[in-house]
């Protein structure tokens, strides 16, 4: 059970990660089964309902994971319905759901690197680090696919 939780954060890590929203809401899906198994798993063995006066403390199965798991499968329909819409709006717009990079990104990435450079030749002149190839290799897979 372990390692199907374990894959199943990963691989909704990796979509998470994709420019894609249809990725994202399916890698948002796959991090909230995972979380509600983990909450289950870690309730341990099944029990007795937890009703007090039923049946003996030892033998009840513990409430807590399961109320979790409950409020996690609410939290996360609640996410996937946004991001949906979120998707949705935007292949009305632009035909595509594909998440743009944002200018303000590039231009705050570019000036970290100038003050990184400017901060390598002032303590000892090391290698200098260069964003500029990652904005362009973006700008070129997004022209070809």
Known sequence: MAATIAVLFGAG?????????????????????AANL?????????????????TDEAEMSDPLPQALALTAVVISFGMTVFLLALAYRSWKLTGD????????????ARLAA????????????????????????????????
């Open 38 to 54: 983990l909450l289950l798993e870690a309730g341990g063995p099944p029990g007795a309902p937890a009703l007090i006066g039923t």
């Open 97 to 108: 759901d594909e998440v743009e990079d944002d200018v303000e990104d590039r231009r705050i």
């Open 13 to 33: 890590t990796y979509l998470l990660l994709q420019r894609a929203l249809t990725r994202v809401v399916l890698g948002l899906a796959l991090i909230a089964h």
């Open 114 to 145: 100038d003050e990184r450079h400017r901060h390598d030749h002032a303590h000892g002149g090391k290698d200098q680090v260069v964003i500029d190839q990652q904005t362009e290799w973006g700008a070129s897979s997004r022209e070809t696919g």
